[in-house]
């Protein structure tokens, strides 16, 4: 199975921030690479697939890099309902479908 | 709109069963492949599951294999999680998500709410 491992586990950032979460797969995945917002008591949300395409109605301060094995989320000026916790997931090799452990992005 | 609701949780004994149902609306349900999603207090999210959108083939994560059984009513635009000899670790909102596809990608959206279970005595 591929392992995903998130870095960091969690952060601190301002609003308006430029904030990066890193996403690194145990083996070559391509650009079979999503990532996910959840906020506490809420549905999961898709904001990027396929490492760099943004989801319909996501903000444009939210963008994705990578291919191979390494991968970042960046949200460009942190906004106050971006404070949740991101989750990357590869569908390159399923099943299992895995996802990274999560980053907990909190106000500073 | 896109719509996916969850049912069924609640607290169980270790040991006991416990089925799940999530009701689709919005989309032509038997379109696509269906997955649950479960997240246990603290930890992150663990696939479950999937079954195609004919409902032929299904994948479980080696956790679940043999315990748990997932299904499909395309008639009536549901999924279920049929789950047997529960344990504690099993306790977890459990989520039922649509697998996106296009160009060879996929990804889970929409996900429902969620439904709570707790395996305990």
């Known amino acids: 199975d591929i392992q995903m491992t998130q870095s960091p586990s969690s952060l601190s950032a301002s609003v308006g921030d430029r904030v990066t979460i890193t996403c690194r797969a145990s083996?070559?995945?391509?650009?079979?690479l999503n990532w996910y917002q959840r906020k506490p008591g809420k549905a999961p949300k898709l904001l990027i697939f396929?490492?760099?395409s943004l989801q319909s109605g996501v903000p444009s301060r939210f963008s994705g890099t990578g291919s191979g094995t390494d991968f970042t989320l960046t949200i460009s000026s942190l906004q106050p309902e971006d404070f949740a916790t991101y989750y990357c997931?590869?569908?390159?090799?399923?099943?299992?479908?895995?996802f990274g452990q999560g980053t907990k992005v909190e106000i500073k | 709109q896109v719509h996916l609701v969850e049912s069924g949780g609640g607290l169980v004994k270790p040991g006991g069963s416990l089925r799940l149902s999530c009701a689709a609306s919005?989309?032509?349900?038997?379109?696509?492949?269906m997955s649950w999603i479960r997240q246990a207090p603290g930890k992150g999210l663990e696939w479950v599951s999937y079954?195609?959108?004919?409902?032929?083939?299904?994948h479980y994560a080696d956790s679940v294999k043999g315990r748990f059984t997932i299904s499909r009513d395309n008639a009536n635009n549901s999924l279920y999680l049929q789950m047997h000899s529960l344990r504690a670790e099993d306790t977890a909102v459990y989520y039922c998500?649509?697998?996106?596809?296009?160009?060879?990608?996929?990804?889970?959206?929409?996900w429902g709410q969620g439904t709570l279970v707790t395996v305990s005595s």
């Open positions: 083996q070559y995945i391509s650009n079979y």
């Open positions: 997931q590869q569908s390159y090799s399923t099943p299992p479908e895995t």
């Open positions: 079954i195609t959108h004919s409902g032929s083939t299904m």
């Open positions: 919005g989309f032509t349900f038997s379109d696509y492949y």
């Open positions: 998500a649509r697998r996106g596809y296009s160009d060879g990608y996929n990804w889970f959206d929409p």
């Open positions: 396929a490492a760099s």
